[in-house]
């Protein structure tokens, strides 16, 4: 589609032509209104105890609508918005509405709320996979998701009104949970675990007041879990991104390919090849994509030159260590928003982000050595030390692609970070990550997690030299991150032995 409408202008007849069934897709993009709908066979009160709503994690602060896809529309120019927020249920006609920082339907019930009007919300259980998908999606501020779906199905999505709301609402769903989100009323919601893999910390969120449930005839309830990586939301992330990642290409010309790490909950870790046709272009890009839309969320943001794979982590690493030199290469961004789930920089929904420039510049020495992985402790290298006489509170080392020392400790992560940084043994590496004793080093997954979930830009790098020149920092050597679990961060997640044991005795009857 985005490649169609690049070659739209100007319009060719030809193009047109062997583009018909492209433009029948594009033509039914849209809703339809109908009088009946399968969603509304049958009308009940609002009663969400009848629900099998779950409690996913121990320590979440009670039972959570999971897969709830929230349809609200502008109060001025009624333009809609498709999103999936959790729901704390409190009782049975009143959940909270997490409606998190960059989010549409947060948007909204901003705009509501100013204008001194209640919101009224339609919370939507089981669509067709292509809604799900949209509704996921990260799509521009003020794009219709479920004009995007029909586009993805071909066909219009057929909408009813609602029979407490004036709102239309999916005619096909499995349940409609429909009702309003008043106007300055807050209450405490959470904690709840979620897809960073650690309990997002309770906080007072706008309230949903169920006014009517209606739902097919032998409805079938949807939901999901999320938790520390791999989860099902991996899929339908890497899904959407692989859909909407060429818009970015549509506003920055210059950008050849993103994504997004799962591992590091998405938000945490995007890498970003750019075609540079003038020296920081790829600068450029990187500060441009930090404000645009979900985008503008990410904490860590990786360029390399067009060419890269960007989803080989390793293909990453040897570029940074080729072409990074964090005198002219890093850029922190300090005190900006963040995501509302990071917990890192001990406030909400505020913290600081940092640029790694990774792309070939012209006229600069790059570092041909061979990547490798091995483990220091007792590794086949013989020029570093055994770090465990350096400092008693180190467990284990490796090091991936003579760019990244991955070191487990006990405790002490930022002094061991510091120290480390400095010692001229270990300055052929470009980075050091420390982090705590429940990171598996050898499990790619496991660091990527365990390294991006776990610290705040501005508070946890160090480098081997600092220094201020006027108002300018300077930054040489190794780049140091502590990414241990530190004291005030929310738990990590961990389900009970006894549950762990009766998933794995029930296994297979699950799919008989």
């Not at 521009?140 to 709102?167: C, H, N, Q, Y």
């Not at 060419?307 to 922190?332: K, M, N, S, T, Y």
């Not at 160090?462 to 220094?467: A, G, I, L, N």
Request: one cysteine or more.
């Amino acid at each position: 589609m985005i490649a169609f409408v690049d070659r739209l202008i100007p319009p060719k007849l030809g193009m047109l032509w062997g583009n018909r069934p492209l433009i029948r897709r594009l033509l039914a993009a849209r809703t339809k209104r109908v009088g009946v709908g399968l969603s509304q066979e049958v009308v009940e009160s609002p009663n969400l105890d009848v629900l099998p709503i779950q409690v996913c994690w121990p320590g979440d602060g009670g039972r959570f609508l999971t897969l709830g896809q929230v349809f609200t529309y502008d109060p001025v120019d009624n333009k809609r918005n498709v999103g999936i927020y959790r729901l704390h249920v409190f009782d049975h006609r009143t959940t909270g509405m997490h409606w998190q920082i960059q989010k549409g339907g947060g948007f909204h019930y901003h705009r509501a709320e100013a204008m001194g009007r209640d919101l009224e919300v339609a919370v939507v259980l089981g669509t067709d996979p292509a809604l799900l998908l949209a509704a996921v999606a990260a799509l521009p501020e003020g794009f219709d998701e479920a004009m995007f779906a029909a586009f993805l199905r071909g066909t219009p999505v057929p909408m009813v009104r609602g029979k407490s709301i004036s709102i239309p609402v999916p005619a096909n769903a499995e349940f409609i949970l429909e009702g309003i989100v008043p106007q300055r009323e807050r209450r405490l919601e959470g904690p709840f675990g979620d897809h960073f893999g650690h309990y997002s910390h309770a906080a007072m969120f706008p309230v949903f007041h169920l006014k009517q449930v209606t739902h097919r005839r032998n409805a079938i309830y949807p939901a999901t879990v999320v938790g520390i990586p791999p989860m099902e939301d991996k899929f339908l992330g890497d899904a959407t991104q692989q859909i909407l990642g060429p818009l970015a290409k549509v506003v920055h010309r210059e950008v050849r390919d993103l994504w997004a790490y799962y591992e590091a909950g998405f938000h945490n870790l995007l890498v970003v090849s750019v075609e540079e046709r003038y020296r920081k272009e790829a600068m450029k890009a990187a500060l441009g994509l930090l404000g645009t839309g979900q985008l503008s969320l990410t904490k860590c943001l990786i360029l390399v030159s067009a060419g890269v794979d960007v989803r080989d982590w390793r293909a990453v690493l040897r570029e940074i260590r080729q072409h990074f030199d964090p005198h002219f290469d890093f850029v922190l961004l300090p005190k900006v928003p963040l995501d509302t789930l990071d917990f890192t920089s001990f406030t909400m929904e505020l913290g600081s982000k940092m640029i790694l420039d990774a792309t070939r510049k012209q006229g600069r020495r790059e570092d041909k050595r061979r990547g490798s992985s091995e483990n220091v402790i007792g590794g086949r290298r013989s020029s570093p030390p055994d770090l465990r006489s350096l400092d008693r509170r180190i467990l284990e080392a490796s090091v991936v692609e003579e760019t990244l020392m991955l070191v487990k400790v006990r405790a002490g992560g930022r002094t061991v970070a510091e120290k480390l940084a400095k010692r001229k043994e270990l300055q052929h590496l470009k980075m050091i990550a420390v982090v705590s004793d429940d990171v598996d080093l050898a499990n790619q997954e496991s660091y990527l997690w365990g390294v991006f979930t776990r610290f705040d830009c501005e508070r946890d790098v160090v480098f081997s030299e600092q220094s201020m020149i006027g108002i300018s920092p300077i930054y040489k050597g190794v780049m140091g991150i502590d990414a241990t679990w530190k004291k005030g961060y929310p738990e990590p997640l961990r389900m009970p032995d006894e549950i762990v044991k009766k998933v794995d005795q029930r296994w297979e009857r699950y799919w008989e």
